[in-house]
Every structure is written in C-alpha cells, then in structure tokens.
C-alpha cells in the first residue's frame, strides 16, 4: 500500500526530509485525467518557452509554470512545494517528467497518431464522396469543396 501523501512536511527551511521525499516520489504516477486541465495549463506555456532553445532562459522565465507542472504532477500542495528548497523541487520535477514523459509517449502519442490517421481518412473519403455529388454545398464535404480539402 502506498504511503499518505500530506503536505504536513518537515521544517520548510531545510527542505522535506529525505525518507519523505523519497516516499512521494515512489508514489508519483502518470497525471490523471482530473489533474490534466491544470497540468497542462501550466506545462504549454513553458514548452512554448522551451522551443525557443534556451532552456536556462525558458526556465527562469517560466519558474511559476515549472513549480506548477511538479506540483500538480506530484500531487502535492503548492504552498507545501513552495517552502521546500530547490533540491525537493528538482528531485520531484524529475520523477514527474520521467513518469509522465513514458506515459505521453508511449499512450497518448500513439492515440492522437491514430487519431489523426482516422481523420485524415475520413476527410478524404469526404472529399471523394464531394467530388460525386458536386450539388452539396453544406455540411464536410461543401467546406471540403470550397478549398479545405487535403491537396496531394
């Protein structure tokens, strides 16, 4: 069984002790469609910062977002994360990224792959049925023959 994870934490000023910090990070699993919203409204705006290629920078401008992501990703308060030191927040950060990134990779990418392989052929079936029945103007097919159909 899995410990309680609390935010009833060892003095702030030293950080979480190691046994504790230890047992919430055994505990950190991939985030849960509960967390998601919140999660990713944090961890989008520090991707975008990312992709700039200066991850110094994009982590010094996006230090609240970063806190964020390890917070919720490790089920701990914010307030309990905010009190701890750098070490307790890199240590969770990484078990966060490293549970998560397996999951997004290994899950989720391959559901929106195949996802959008679904679309794209339904579009295309969509655009073939327009071109049979070139009297529709509304609904897919009208949108795909006014211009948004895939060009190939």
Do not use: C
Request: no cysteine.
């Amino acid at each position: 069984m899995q410990p309680e994870k609390t935010t009833a934490a060892p003095a702030p000023t030293s950080g979480a002790e190691p046994a504790f910090l230890a047992s919430l990070m055994e505990g950190i699993e991939p985030v849960s469609v509960k967390d998601l919203p919140q999660f990713l409204q944090a961890l989008l705006p520090l991707l975008a910062a990312l992709e700039a290629g200066d991850w110094m920078a994009a982590i010094a401008e996006q230090a609240d977002n970063v806190i964020a992501v390890v917070a919720v990703g490790a089920k701990v308060d914010r307030d309990w994360l905010d009190a701890q030191n750098y070490g307790a927040l890199i240590a969770l950060g990484a078990r966060v990224l490293e549970v998560n990134g397996d999951f997004f990779v290994h899950q989720v990418l391959p559901m929106v792959e195949q996802a959008s392989t679904r679309l794209v052929e339904a579009l295309e079936t969509a655009a073939a049925s327009s071109a049979t029945s070139p009297s529709s103007t509304t609904g897919l097919s009208g949108l795909l023959r006014r211009g948004l159909a895939p060009h190939g």
